[in-house]
Structures are given as C-alpha cells and as structure tokens.
C-alpha cells in the first residue's frame, strides 16, 4: 500500500492506495473533481496535478509507484483549464505519415523566451504521453530577445552557444522521457515547434542580428522542415524537425499556431500574447491585423526587484497585505507579473500612489518582497506599450472597442492575470472587461495540433495568408498614443 498526501487549498488529506490504479482513477474514487474533458484517454493534456519533488504530470498517465505528495489545482485554475478547452481546438489524430517504429514519439514545443513546454505524443494513437516545462537556459544571456540578439552581436560565437544550450536542454528532456518510456534513442520521429521569430533563428542557427536592425528582415517566416540528419536535436535518423511559419520578425509561429487553434464563433476579437514582446492580433472577418510591442521582461518578473517568473513560491494574486496567493501553496520567494499587476492597481486604489506612477516610499508585500519606484515605472512602460499596440490595431482596422466580440489573453500571464487589476492600472480596455477569457499555452497547444493531424495545417496556411503586419516604429500615430497612455488613470 502506498501514502497519497493530498494538498488542496491549504487543505491536506492523506489516501491510501495499492498502485494498480492511474492517479486519476485514485482521485476520482475518492470524490476530487479533477478536470479531464478528454475522459482520461491522453488527449486533452488537462488533467494536470504536481506532485513533489517530480513537478506537473498527467494524473490519467501517472501510475504512484510509492509514497508521494500531490498539489490538486485550486478550484479557479481549474475553472480556467474548462475555459480554455471551450476555446481550443481538439482535432483527432488523423495523419498519413509513415511510423518508422511501432511505438513512434513525437514532440509539440512551445519555445517561450523565458518558458519552455514540451508535449509528448504517441503518434499512432495521438495520445499525450507527457507535459514538460522547463526554464529556457538562454535567460542567463539576457531576458528578452533584443538582449539576446545583442549578445550574438558582442560575443564570437554568441549564436553557437545559445544554440548549443538550447538543444542540449531540449535533448536533456527528451533523453529523460526516453528512459521513463524505456524506449530507443531514436523513437521520438517528429518534432514540431512554434515560438518567436528569433528564439527560430538561434534554435536553426541563423544570424538572429537583422532582426534588430531596421528594416528587421528575418532570414526566414515561412515554415521549416529539417531532416534529422541536419538537426542537433535526438531524433530518428529519418525523422524531421518543423518549425511552424511566423508572419514577421516579431510576430511569430506562437501567434499563428494560437490563432489557427482558436475555436470560436467570432467575427472580431482581439488575441493578446502578454510577455517580452507583446504579440497581438485583431481579427476582423477574414482580415487578421498583427503588431508587436516592446513591452520588455516586466511582466515576465525580470527586471523588478523582486521578481520572477510564474512558479512555485511566486505571489501570483495579491488583493492586500493580508491576503495573497502564492504557487504551490509555499512561502513566498518573490513575485511575478500577475502579483504585480495587483500590486500597482492596490496601491492605486488606496491612494498610496498618485496617477503619474509617483509612490512615497517603496512598497512592502511580504518580508524581503517589495514593490518599488523603479519597478512601477517599468510596469508604467510596459503596460502602456501594450494598450497602445491594441489602439493602434484597432484604428487599422477602422474598429472600435464596443464592436469587438472578445479578447483572448494567451501565454502563462494570461492564466493568473486578475482581469479587473490588468484594466484598473490601463493594461487592458476597460470596455472588454467582461469580454476577456484565458486561453492558456494555445502556441504549444497549436504546436500539438500541427503534429496530430494534417488538417490543422490548413488553418495554419489560412492565418498566414490573412495576416498583415503593422511596423509600430513606423506609424506616426504609436508615439503619441504611447504618451498618451503612460498614466494610471482612474
């Protein structure tokens, strides 16, 4: 028999358990709701649960095979997760590639700046073996993509080394998913990834510099297909590596897979990508207009001085000094993007900061985590070049707010963001506040997708040809509109 240490809210549970049931079924049995749309079957990838010392896993794939600890996600990051399937594509597995292995692997990767997540599927089925996520080792070289760049541009061998880091921490999981499988080197066949133009680039080994310098001309948009003979990456020797097609220099393949995913009935919304680079898209009919902001690593925790990226111990919810939300139920280490957009909106709210972004002193969350002047003005920044970007969009398309239908906020920020915070410090449109939902990691999601089924490539061709991209440093009205927007207005 084996020790089940349940954690859920504060709360904790201890079950007991023989091992021949899948953590799922053993939640289940004992009456914890836990979110499986696809009923269990591997397909969905929603039925996440942590568990100590090993990090997220699928509890419908995960058989205890001792003693462990499980963090059940609180009942809104549930609710979340059943918002977002709403949302989101599910094609069933349909395509007509030949397995070169009976038990043949794939792999759909999200390749964030900061974060990156890798989907497992077994390709004849289509099931989701596996869900990693991991830090991207390039942060040590720089935040955001323009430090990066820069870096390749300083450095002799820059490019080569954040390629070799970059690969060798892809392998370093695809080795460990290998050994958990028991399976051959060379039974992962097919890798699909979707990211932004230049973490493309130095992922392919292609000189990312241009990609600063205007007229920013990336060495390439369109989707890639490398055989593995020509990739770093552990695949078998007749397996490929494709990266999904991006729209422009910083407009990426993360965007295209997260449009081509959505499943709404809609004929204008907003799609929003709230990291470094600030990717947006308006949809209008059968016209897509997209825009890149330079909103910096504010929201993604660099930067501040007491930042971090969403993960365990981070305050990710603050409505006072007495009453926070911290990831994994832990004592706080610091805070990321979401904490402190509350932050800024609480201090507005209660008069401890004026309009101009100006505090009286710095700002205590929690013992040794603070809120400070300096820290303000880059949410100050970064939030208005976000907000403008929207407003940009929307006089290209001759649109206004009442006659969007909706905004959907991808990416990690988007699913711990605190919808009334993000439009009480001017982040996002006041008018969409009730029209504004969570679509979480839909770049991997689209990035699945694309591996699974045939199909969906035709929804990726169809965003790519229904795209055009918007210069911000060349439109006259962005500047003025950035200015205009620096505010914290009530």
Same mark, same amino acid.
Request: aromatic letters at 6%.
């Given at each position: 028999m084996y020790k089940i240490l349940l954690r859920e809210n504060s709360q904790t549970r201890v079950i007991q358990t023989q091992g021949q049931q899948s953590l799922l079924e053993i939640l289940r049995n004992e009456d914890y709701s836990i979110y499986a749309p696809c009923g269990g079957k591997g397909r969905c990838?929603?039925? #996440?649960?942590?568990?100590?010392?090993?990090?997220?896993?699928?509890a419908c794939n995960y058989y205890p095979a001792?003693?462990?600890?499980?963090?059940?996600?609180?009942?809104?990051?549930?609710?979340?997760?059943?918002? !977002?399937?709403?949302?989101?594509?599910? %094609?069933p597995p349909a395509h007509s590639r030949q397995l070169l292995h009976p038990d043949a692997y794939g792999a759909a990767i999200d390749l964030g700046t900061t974060t990156i997540v890798c989907y497992f599927v077994h390709l004849a089925s289509g099931r989701i073996v596996k869900i990693s996520s991991w830090m991207n080792p390039q942060t040590a070289y720089g935040a955001d993509v323009i430090s990066r760049i820069s870096y390749c541009q300083e450095n002799p061998g820059g490019l080569k080394l954040l390629q070799k880091i970059l690969t060798e921490s892809i392998n370093k999981e695809f080795n460990s998913f290998l050994s958990e499988m028991k399976a051959g080197? !060379?039974?992962?066949?097919?890798?699909?990834?979707?990211?932004?133009?230049?973490?493309?680039?130095?992922?392919?080994?292609?000189?990312?510099?241009?990609?600063? #310098?205007a007229p920013f001309t990336p060495a390439f948009t369109a989707q890639q297909v490398h055989k593995a003979e020509n990739s770093s990456l552990l695949l078998h020797p007749l397996g490929r590596?494709?990266?999904?097609? @991006?729209?422009?220099? *910083?407009?990426?393949s993360d965007i295209v897979a997260g449009l081509a995913v959505l499943k709404v009935p809609l004929q204008?919304?907003?799609? #929003?990508?709230?990291?470094?680079?600030?990717?947006?898209?308006?949809?209008?009919?059968?016209?897509? %207009?997209? @825009?890149?902001?330079?909103?910096?690593p504010a929201f993604e925790g660099a930067g501040l001085s007491s930042g971090m990226p969403a993960l365990k111990g981070a305050i990710a919810a603050f409505e006072s000094p007495s009453n926070y939300k911290v990831?994994?139920?832990?004592?706080?280490?610091?805070? @990321?993007?979401?904490g402190v957009i509350d932050s800024v909106a609480w201090l507005r709210r209660n008069h401890l900061m004026d309009e101009s972004g100006l505090i009286q002193q710095d700002f205590e969350i929690y013992p040794g985590i603070q809120i400070t002047q300096a820290d303000i003005r880059e949410i100050?920044?970064?939030?208005?070049?976000? *907000?403008?970007?929207?407003k940009i969009l929307l006089?290209?398309?001759?649109?206004? %707010?009442?006659?969007?239908?909706? #905004?959907?906020?991808?990416g990690g920020l988007g699913n711990y963001i605190h919808i009334p915070s993000a439009v009480e410090i001017g982040l996002l449109p006041a008018e969409l506040k009730d029209k504004t939902f969570a679509v979480g990691n839909s770049a991997g999601i689209g990035a699945l997708q694309f591996l699974r089924s045939e199909v969906f490539a035709n929804k990726v061709d169809r965003v790519i040809q229904q795209s055009q991209y918007i210069e911000l440093s060349d439109d006259e009205d962005f500047a003025l509109e950035f200015a205009m927007n620096m505010d914290f207005l009530k």
């Open positions: 990838g929603k039925c #996440l649960v942590d568990i100590k010392g090993e990090g997220k896993v699928l001792g003693d462990i600890e499980v963090i059940l996600p609180a009942k809104e990051e549930a609710q979340i997760l059943a918002t !977002q399937t709403a949302y989101l594509e599910d %094609f080197k !060379q039974q992962i066949q097919e890798t699909v990834i979707a990211g932004n133009t230049t973490m493309l680039h130095i992922l392919l080994g292609y000189n990312p510099e241009p990609l600063a #310098l590596l494709i990266t999904l097609p @991006c729209i422009s220099a *910083y407009v990426g204008h919304y907003l799609f #929003l990508d709230i990291g470094t680079n600030g990717e947006m898209a308006l949809v209008k009919g059968e016209e897509i %207009f997209t @825009c890149a902001t330079a909103a910096g990831i994994g139920d832990v004592r706080p280490v610091g805070i @990321c993007g979401s100050q920044l970064a939030k208005s070049a976000i *907000y403008s970007g929207i006089k290209r398309a001759g649109l206004n %707010f009442q006659e969007l239908e909706a #905004l959907f906020l991808a």
